[in-house]
């Protein structure tokens, strides 16, 4: 049974940071890929940021570059996503996924990819 565990969201206001984490059991590492994912009310959810758990790999998407890191830490089995610069179009609820294959670049975005998936974490950014 794969569980993909989300913590760390939160509130907010513009310019701060939060850490999220992502703590996976079961298989949830034996997945070639993981990825965040955000969902505003009302919008379709979007992949955030991406990278591979062989190492070497990370994509983002352009609204986070430089302001969000996805990093892993293969002994405890967690991915984590550093948020800085927040902004309040960042607010949305955060979730954490793993897939299989080998694909690269915008694709790793796309949910579809995704086998397993957390149950998310609220981030809220206030003006």
């Known amino acids: 049974q794969v569980q993909l565990v989300e913590s760390g969201g939160g509130s907010v206001q513009a310019g701060g940071s939060l850490r999220l984490s992502c703590a996976g059991f079961g298989y949830a590492y034996s997945n070639d890929y993981m990825g965040w994912f955000r969902q505003a009310p009302g919008k379709e959810r979007e992949g955030v940021a991406a990278?591979?758990?062989?190492?070497?790999?990370?994509y983002y998407a352009d609204s986070v570059k430089g302001r969000f890191t996805i990093s892993q830490d293969n002994a405890k089995n967690t991915l984590y996503l550093q948020m800085n610069s927040l902004k309040p179009e960042d607010t949305g609820m955060y979730y954490c996924?793993?897939?299989?294959?080998?694909?690269?670049?915008?694709?790793?975005?796309?949910?579809?990819?995704?086998?397993?998936w957390g149950q998310g974490t609220q981030v809220t950014v206030s003006s």
């Open positions: 996924a793993a897939g299989y294959g080998l694909a690269y670049g915008r694709i790793l975005l796309s949910r579809e990819r995704y086998n397993y």
């Open positions: 990278l591979y758990t062989g190492g070497g790999y990370k």
